[in-house]
């Protein structure tokens, strides 16, 4: 039964489009399967190999950034971004991970979070090569109904989902988690810590950056401040995995259902303006207190509650 | 055959000697105890030889071969194994899993894999703990547990550090029993750490002495203790092999 789980939700969502939703919710559909992509992608990094990046947007972006610029400079479909990501992306990982990869915990996180940061200034001023602040907008739409993009997104996230469930099984995976737990002891045992967490980055980073092939497509305008942002990208792709369970098959996806879902209630509720934001800090300080291992993580214990009072009330 | 020459060793931290000149060798076949008190260098030992730190002076030899430049994985992959002083399960994973992790190195697949760790978990007798979470075992068990998986990669030598520290008399005599059931069934060279004065001279067919980073004696364990040098520098008092 459990085996089939993830076919039979796969199934659901693919009978979607023909419940004949509105354009924004299908809008909101697509986004939420686009962060369980960024999400399970991080997760690949962030959540079995333990290297907490807050530099995603840096992939996000130059996924995005590659596609853009086949349809700009070369006048070709930006569709083609998505196979030129794998590498583009790999060449990137390989470099963020020669410079940030021998760094630990904190640092590591820290240097990502400038790259991040550089990435984006560096797009705002190659005005020649990335159009700067004007971004670059596709003029002709592939699809004007949201149906085909759905389906796209939703057949990446699918193969996402299978290429993280083979390589947790395999001996990448171990090494992944061993990595985590503990490098020195990893390295004594045979793993090459360095190449190892190469591999996860590079994986990690070539996802994310097919999410950003796909949003460029699909959103069909990007600038720098939208694609590399350190907030809206970096720090939510981390919230998305925290509150759904990192090193968990399905927190990423249900971390993206909930921000995406919360992001659209709190950002349209009146008076509050710009400081939605506050709402999202307390929810991740609320998540790391209390559920330290996501929603998925600690599904147990959020359940404890409800059954101490059934045995109550017998 | 020597497995392992230390030839000439220093190490330097700033200025702080934390081995000067050492040298030694291990022989094929033998458990070669390493004591000394608190700070002698014992585990900065370890970590040269185990590729952790490069030497400041001097080289390490593995079977002819200089490795003191290589890294620890490296080695590990040539035949040579180690335990921590300080143990360090892979803390959320399952027993199994964590001699899984080691046993990778040689296995083709993660059938075979399993099949080492499973055949190495009965060996160490902590079979029955298999599916626990290692973080939550006994302190006794997570040093049996750092010998599993130091046993997984199937090492020709393994370097154990301070197996027996912490343990109650009936774990240590339980301790005892394997690390010389890995030398006499599996064929594996051992250098030993160890504070515990009636341990290392049960087990040990030789032992080094080092005291503030230099090597003051070596010899049998009955050699040692009786060596003056040693019972002034560590031992205090005359111990009988």
């Given at each position: 039964?459990k085996?089939?789980?993830?076919?039979?939700?796969?199934?659901?969502?693919?009978?979607?489009?023909f419940?004949?939703?509105?354009?924004?919710?299908?809008?909101?559909?697509?986004?939420?399967?686009?962060w369980s992509?960024?999400?399970?992608?991080?997760?690949?990094?962030?959540g079995?190999?333990?290297?907490?990046s807050?530099?995603?947007a840096?992939?996000?972006?130059?996924g995005a950034?590659?596609?853009?610029?086949?349809y700009?400079?070369?006048?070709i479909?930006?569709?083609?971004?998505i196979?030129?990501?794998?590498?583009?992306?790999?060449?990137?990982?390989l470099?963020?991970?020669?410079?940030?990869l021998?760094?630990?915990?904190?640092?590591?996180?820290?240097?990502?979070?400038a790259?991040?940061e550089i990435?984006?200034v560096?797009?705002?001023n190659?005005?020649?090569?990335?159009?700067?602040?004007?971004?670059?907008?596709?003029?002709?739409?592939?699809?004007?109904?949201?149906?085909?993009?759905?389906?796209?997104?939703?057949?990446?996230a699918?193969?996402?989902?299978?290429?993280?469930?083979?390589?947790?099984?395999?001996?990448?995976?171990?090494?992944?988690?061993?990595?985590?737990?503990?490098?020195?002891?990893?390295?004594?045992?045979g793993?090459?810590?360095?190449?190892?967490?190469?591999?996860?980055?590079?994986l990690s980073?070539?996802?994310?950056?097919?999410?950003?092939?796909?949003?460029?497509?699909?959103?069909?305008?990007?600038d720098?401040?939208?694609?590399?942002p350190?907030y809206?990208?970096?720090?939510?792709?981390?919230?998305?995995?925290m509150v759904?369970?990192?090193?968990?098959?399905?927190?990423?996806?249900?971390?993206?259902?909930?921000?995406v879902?919360l992001?659209?209630?709190?950002?349209?509720?009146?008076y509050?303006?710009?400081?939605?934001?506050t709402?999202?800090?307390?929810?991740?300080i609320f998540?790391?207190?209390?559920?330290p291992n996501?929603?998925?993580?600690?599904?147990?214990k959020?359940l404890?509650?409800?059954?101490?009072?059934?045995?109550?009330?017998? | 055959?020597?497995?392992?020459?230390?030839?000439?060793?220093?190490k330097?931290?700033?200025?702080l000697?934390?081995l000067t000149?050492?040298s030694?060798?291990?022989?094929?076949?033998e458990?070669?105890?390493?004591i000394?008190?608190?700070?002698?260098g014992?585990?900065?030992?370890f970590?040269?030889?185990n590729g952790f730190?490069?030497?400041?002076?001097?080289?390490?030899?593995?079977?002819?071969q200089?490795?003191?430049?290589?890294k620890?994985?490296?080695?590990?992959?040539?035949?040579?194994?180690?335990?921590?002083?300080?143990?360090?399960p892979l803390?959320?994973?399952?027993t199994?899993?964590?001699?899984?992790?080691?046993a990778?190195?040689?296995?083709?697949?993660?059938?075979?894999?399993?099949?080492?760790?499973?055949?190495?978990?009965?060996?160490?007798?902590?079979?029955?703990?298999?599916?626990?979470?290692?973080?939550?075992?006994?302190?006794?068990k997570?040093?049996?547990?750092?010998?599993?998986?130091?046993?997984?990669?199937?090492?020709?030598?393994i370097?154990?550090d301070?197996?027996?520290?912490g343990?109650?008399p009936t774990?240590?005599?339980?301790?005892?029993?394997?690390?010389?059931?890995?030398?006499?069934?599996?064929?594996i060279?051992i250098?030993?750490?160890?504070?515990?004065?009636?341990?290392?001279?049960?087990i040990?067919?030789?032992?080094?002495v080092?005291?503030?980073?230099?090597?003051i004696?070596?010899?049998?364990p009955s050699e040692i203790g009786?060596?003056?040098?040693?019972?002034?520098?560590?031992?205090g008092?005359?111990?009988?092999?």
């Open positions: 039964m085996k089939y789980l993830p076919l039979a939700i796969l199934a659901l969502l693919a009978i979607i489009p419940l004949d939703l509105s354009s924004y919710v299908m809008h909101i559909l697509v986004l939420v399967v686009m992509v960024i999400g399970m992608a991080w997760n690949i990094l962030g079995y190999t333990g290297q907490v807050f530099g995603h840096a992939f996000f972006g130059f950034y590659t596609a853009g610029i086949l700009q400079n070369l006048g479909s930006a569709w083609w971004g196979p030129a990501c794998v590498v583009v992306l790999t060449a990137l990982s470099v963020i991970g020669y410079i940030c021998r760094l630990r915990g904190a640092y590591f996180a820290l240097a990502t979070l790259l991040g990435c984006r560096t797009a705002e190659l005005v020649g090569f990335t159009q700067g602040n004007m971004g670059i907008m596709i003029r002709e739409r592939t699809w004007v109904d949201k149906t085909w993009y759905f389906y796209v997104i939703l057949l990446i699918a193969i996402t989902y299978i290429i993280i469930k083979m390589v947790m099984e395999s001996k990448l995976g171990y090494y992944f988690v061993a990595i985590r737990e503990d490098q020195d002891a990893a390295e004594s045992l793993i090459d810590t360095t190449l190892y967490k190469t591999i996860s980055l590079c980073g070539v996802l994310t950056g097919i999410a950003g092939a796909f949003y460029m497509n699909y959103m069909g305008y990007i720098p401040s939208i694609v590399f350190l809206d990208l970096s720090i939510v792709t981390v919230m998305v995995v759904g369970g990192a090193a968990t098959y399905w927190g990423p996806i249900v971390g993206a259902v909930i921000m879902f992001a659209e209630e709190i950002r349209s509720l009146p509050i303006g710009a400081a939605h934001q709402i999202f800090g307390i929810i991740l998540i790391i207190m209390f559920l996501g929603i998925v993580g600690d599904f147990r959020l404890r509650p409800f059954k101490a009072k059934k045995g109550a009330s017998s | 055959m020597n497995l392992i020459e230390v030839k000439g060793v220093s330097q931290f700033g200025g000697a934390a000149d050492v030694f060798v291990l022989n094929k076949g458990i070669l105890g390493l000394g008190p608190n700070g002698a014992k585990t900065t030992i970590n040269v030889i730190y490069p030497p400041t002076k001097g080289d390490v030899f593995f079977k002819g200089k490795v003191s430049n290589l620890p994985h490296v080695l590990c992959k040539l035949g040579l194994a180690r335990t921590f002083q300080v143990v360090k803390q959320r994973m399952s199994l899993d964590n001699v899984i992790a080691s990778f190195v040689r296995a083709k697949n993660k059938a075979q894999a399993e099949e080492i760790a499973v055949d190495i978990l009965k060996f160490t007798n902590i079979y029955e703990d298999r599916n626990l979470i290692s973080k939550g075992l006994p302190l006794g997570r040093k049996r547990l750092e010998i599993a998986r130091a046993l997984a990669t199937q090492p020709e030598i370097l154990l301070e197996s027996f520290a343990l109650n774990e240590i005599n339980e301790q005892i029993e394997i690390v010389k059931k890995i030398r006499v069934e599996k064929g060279t250098l030993v750490i160890e504070h515990h004065m009636k341990v290392i001279m049960t040990s067919d030789r032992i080094v080092l005291t503030y980073g230099q090597k004696a070596e010899g049998t009786h060596n003056p040098l040693v019972i002034e520098a560590y031992l008092e005359e111990h009988s092999a």
